[in-house]
């Protein structure tokens, strides 16, 4: 009787493959149903497994958790999404890092857009709520040079809803005294607070500084000088 030693160790390696307690767990490789409860090889399953994460797998062994930082514990994408991943690293997550940031720049953007078409409390005049000389040529800057997707105004808005009411329609007006009863543009409220200080208060803090700064001079005694 001759003995096959080559097809007694590949049956061996087989059997052991298919009676391990992980693999008859797993189903693998006769079973038509994956761990997820899906049919393996059906659209929904490729769908489910190409959306898994790439790389190495967190697991629990011996009562420690293998590797010990955290990673994914999914099931593993098959062999050939793997292989597609590492072809085309570092796509789609450079792409995806990369509009993320894009959001945040367009996020800030927008929000210095809009304190520099917003005209302040003191932008008006604190007795009538009409529009200031100021006021008037930061609302004229907006007219001429922003962009035509940012052209619009914002009058930050008081507690009083008349005066709400006084500032806006000062604004509106100055808009079709220079541009024309056709001209439109979007003017609305905007909760806000000044972020710098207006010019009048940073003119009379470095008036108040300069009067009260002392003359520079070196202090000169003629009492202890020698050579007598």
Same mark, same amino acid.
């Given at each position: 009787?001759?003995?096959?030693?080559?097809?007694?160790?590949?049956?061996?390696?087989?059997?052991?493959?298919?009676?391990?307690?992980?693999?008859?767990?797993?189903?693998?490789?006769?079973?038509?149903?994956?761990?997820?409860?899906?049919?393996?090889?059906?659209?929904?399953?490729?769908?489910?497994?190409?959306?898994?994460?790439?790389?190495?797998?967190?697991?629990?062994?011996?009562?420690?958790?293998?590797?010990?930082?955290?990673?994914?514990?999914?099931?593993?994408?098959? #062999?050939?999404? &793997?292989?597609?991943?590492?072809?085309?690293?570092?796509?789609?997550?450079?792409? *995806?890092? +990369?509009?993320?940031? %894009?959001?945040?720049?367009?996020?800030?953007?927008?929000?210095?857009?809009?304190?520099?078409?917003?005209?302040?409390?003191?932008?008006?005049?604190?007795?009538?709520?009409?529009?200031?000389?100021?006021?008037?040529?930061?609302?004229?800057?907006?007219?001429?040079?922003?962009?035509?997707?940012?052209?619009?105004?914002?009058?930050?808005?008081?507690?009083?809803?008349?005066?709400?009411?006084?500032?806006?329609?000062?604004?509106?007006?100055?808009?079709?005294? #220079?541009?024309? &009863?056709?001209?439109?543009?979007?003017?609305?409220?905007?909760?806000?607070?000044? *972020?710098? +200080?207006?010019?009048? %208060?940073?003119?009379?803090?470095?008036?108040?500084?300069?009067?009260?700064?002392?003359?520079?001079?070196?202090?000169?005694?003629?009492?202890?000088?020698?050579?007598?």
């Amino acid at each position: 009787m001759r003995i096959y030693l080559p097809q007694i160790v590949l049956f061996a390696f087989f059997s052991s493959v298919v009676l391990t307690p992980d693999s008859a767990h797993a189903g693998w490789p006769w079973s038509a149903k994956h761990e997820s409860g899906m049919k393996k090889y059906s659209p929904e399953w490729w769908g489910y497994t190409g959306s898994l994460p790439v790389g190495s797998r967190q697991v629990y062994r011996y009562g420690k958790m293998w590797p010990n930082r955290p990673r994914p514990t999914e099931p593993q994408q098959t #062999v050939m999404q &793997q292989l597609h991943a590492a072809h085309f690293w570092p796509t789609p997550y450079n792409h *995806i890092d +990369r509009s993320y940031i %894009e959001c945040l720049e367009e996020a800030q953007i927008a929000e210095g857009w809009k304190n520099a078409t917003t005209l302040y409390e003191y932008h008006f005049s604190p007795d009538t709520h009409q529009l200031t000389k100021s006021g008037r040529e930061h609302l004229l800057w907006i007219m001429q040079n922003a962009v035509t997707h940012r052209r619009m105004a914002y009058v930050q808005a008081s507690a009083e809803p008349y005066i709400n009411d006084l500032r806006l329609a000062s604004v509106n007006q100055f808009v079709h005294e #220079v541009g024309g &009863q056709d001209c439109t543009m979007a003017v609305m409220l905007h909760v806000t607070s000044p *972020i710098s +200080r207006p010019a009048v %208060e940073v003119e009379s803090y470095q008036r108040v500084w300069l009067e009260n700064m002392e003359s520079p001079h070196i202090p000169y005694s003629l009492e202890g000088s020698g050579g007598d």
